[in-house]
């Protein structure tokens, strides 16, 4: 069981590149996040979902596009990146029910230059 | 809106000591209570959580935390510390209300234990 995975680990872009990250889950989960983690700003989230098909905006979407094509597949797009979009980047997962906790992935760090 | 406060960047103690890594929430509901480690270039593993019931939770590694609602605070605690506990501590926040079981996270607190 892997749990959360997130492929690449790191990358470097040049400013305007495009890139996907990938985050899979192999729990069953519908509801999958992607937050960014700044020094001293903790998670902010970018953007979920609740279901295949199914994506919403968080607290920071802008640069950001996110698709949910498979339930165990979610893709946070960038498609013209900026400096400011320098970070370390986490999926997470979990199952439907209030109670439930967030299972995250082990993180991309993305440098833009 | 519902938000999260750690007020302390940095909690330091001493090996064998208790620690405490405070927490403090404001959500308009019920609160569902959260608490995650996160050690130097790994996710965010969770912790322990408080839905309901007991205002005292017990969780991995042995911390526990307390809620306590009239003060809005949701410290995470150690009864004795460890080097290997030396990490960075997250609160977070979900309003009973939150349509997918979305997480409003403090800033953090880095915790370090020194032997």
């Known amino acids: 069981n892997a749990g959360v995975t997130q492929t690449p680990k790191f990358r470097v872009l040049k400013t305007g590149q495009s890139m996907t990250l990938l985050c899979a889950q192999d729990?069953?989960?519908?509801?999958m996040y992607w937050y960014r983690q700044d020094p001293g700003m903790g998670l902010r989230l970018i953007h979920y979902?609740?279901?295949?098909?199914?994506?919403a905006k968080g607290e920071v979407p802008d640069g950001y596009n996110v698709s949910r094509l498979k339930k165990q597949n979610f893709l946070l797009g960038l498609e013209s990146a900026a400096p400011s979009q320098t970070s370390v980047y986490f999926c997470a997962s979990s199952a439907t029910g209030l109670i439930n906790e967030q299972f995250f992935g082990p993180g991309t760090r993305l440098t833009v230059l | 809106a519902q938000s999260v406060a750690q007020p302390e960047d940095q909690v330091n103690v001493a090996e064998g000591n208790p620690l405490t890594v405070k927490c403090t929430y404001s959500?308009?509901?019920?609160?569902?209570l959260f608490w995650y480690v996160q050690y130097p270039n790994r996710g965010l593993q969770f912790l322990l959580k408080y839905i309901t019931g007991d205002n005292l939770v017990k969780g991995s590694y042995g911390f526990e935390a307390e809620f306590n609602k009239s003060q809005t605070s949701f410290h995470l605690k150690k009864p004795s510390a460890l080097v290997s506990d030396s990490a960075l501590y997250f609160c977070?926040?979900?309003?009973?209300?939150?349509?997918?079981?979305?997480?409003?996270f403090g800033g953090g607190t880095r915790l370090m234990v020194k032997p």
């Open positions: 729990m069953n989960h519908e509801y």
């Open positions: 977070a926040v979900r309003d009973w209300r939150n349509a997918g079981n979305m997480l409003t």
């Open positions: 959500v308009s509901g019920n609160p569902y």
């Open positions: 979902s609740v279901g295949e098909g199914t994506t």
